[in-house]
């Protein structure tokens, strides 16, 4: 199994990213969907995090309400870490469940935004894949997408590994400041060479 570990900071277009990937047969595994759905009305994680931080968390149909808790995560370090320690091992092992059915792929990718704040994911990666954006272009994509502020942008950039350390911890580097057309490209371009270190890596196991 030869997983990719595909990361970058907020507004970087990590997700863009993951859909050229899969556009071109790649599968995705997407810890950001994996949470959204373990969230979702019903879940036992969702009650999890409700006996945790209060129904007020929760919307008026029951759904979390995602701006609620992410402002009183970003407000509250502790609250943070609580949120973690509910959702991180969930998501980590449903992650491995679907990393292990795409176990037969050349490769596939792990979209994770925090992958090298946490050795959790570092040690099941093959590679590591930066999605890198500037400053003013992540605050751009991020408003423009989620609606957010500048300050809440510059939040969760602010609790974000730094631009510099993610690039120089990364194997690979895509700078995405420019057109989609640009990205499109320089995803070929990786993807076949990953598909290369794929064939090379299983002619000598």
Same mark, same amino acid.
């Given at each position: 199994?030869?997983?990719? %570990?595909? #990361?970058? %900071?907020?507004?970087?277009?990590?997700?863009?990213?993951?859909?050229?990937?899969?556009?071109? %047969?790649?599968?995705?595994?997407?810890?950001?969907? =994996?949470? *959204? /759905?373990?969230?979702?009305?019903?879940?036992g994680t969702l009650e /999890? &995090? #409700?006996?945790?931080? %209060?129904?007020?968390?929760?919307?008026?149909?029951? @759904?979390?309400?995602? +701006?609620?808790?992410?402002?009183?995560?970003?407000?509250?370090?502790?609250?943070?870490?609580?949120?973690? #320690?509910?959702? *991180?091992?969930? &998501?980590?092992?449903? +992650?491995?469940?679907?990393?292990?059915?795409? +176990?037969? +792929?050349?490769?596939?990718?792990?979209?994770?935004?925090?992958?090298?704040?946490?050795?959790?994911?570092?040690? &099941?990666?093959?590679? @590591?894949?930066?999605?890198?954006?500037?400053?003013?272009?992540? =605050?751009?994509?991020?408003?423009?997408?989620? !609606?957010?502020?500048?300050?809440? =942008?510059?939040?969760?950039?602010?609790?974000?590994?730094?631009?510099?350390?993610?690039?120089?911890?990364?194997?690979? &580097?895509?700078?995405?400041? !420019?057109?989609? $057309? $640009?990205?499109? $490209?320089?995803?070929?371009?990786? *993807?076949?060479?990953? =598909?290369?270190?794929?064939?090379?890596?299983?002619?000598?196991?």
């Open positions: 199994m030869y997983v990719v %570990g595909l #990361t970058g %900071g907020i507004g970087s277009g990590k997700s863009e990213a993951a859909r050229l990937f899969a556009e071109l %047969g790649v599968p995705i595994v997407d810890v950001d969907i =994996i949470s *959204h /759905e373990l969230t979702a009305s019903g879940q /999890e &995090i #409700t006996q945790v931080f %209060g129904k007020d968390m929760l919307n008026s149909d029951g @759904s979390l309400n995602r +701006a609620a808790l992410r402002q009183k995560v970003f407000a509250d370090r502790e609250a943070r870490k609580k949120l973690e #320690t509910i959702l *991180h091992p969930a &998501i980590y092992n449903k +992650a491995m469940e679907a990393l292990n059915k795409n +176990a037969t +792929a050349p490769y596939q990718v792990l979209a994770i935004p925090l992958l090298f704040e946490s050795d959790r994911y570092l040690k &099941i990666i093959n590679r @590591s894949l930066v999605i890198d954006s500037s400053p003013e272009m992540q =605050i751009s994509r991020a408003s423009k997408r989620d !609606g957010l502020s500048e300050s809440d =942008i510059q939040k969760i950039i602010d609790i974000q590994i730094p631009r510099e350390k993610r690039n120089a911890l990364a194997d690979d &580097i895509i700078l995405n400041d !420019g057109l989609i $057309e $640009e990205l499109k $490209e320089k995803i070929k371009r990786v *993807h076949e060479k990953y =598909i290369n270190t794929c064939v090379i890596d299983n002619s000598n196991p």
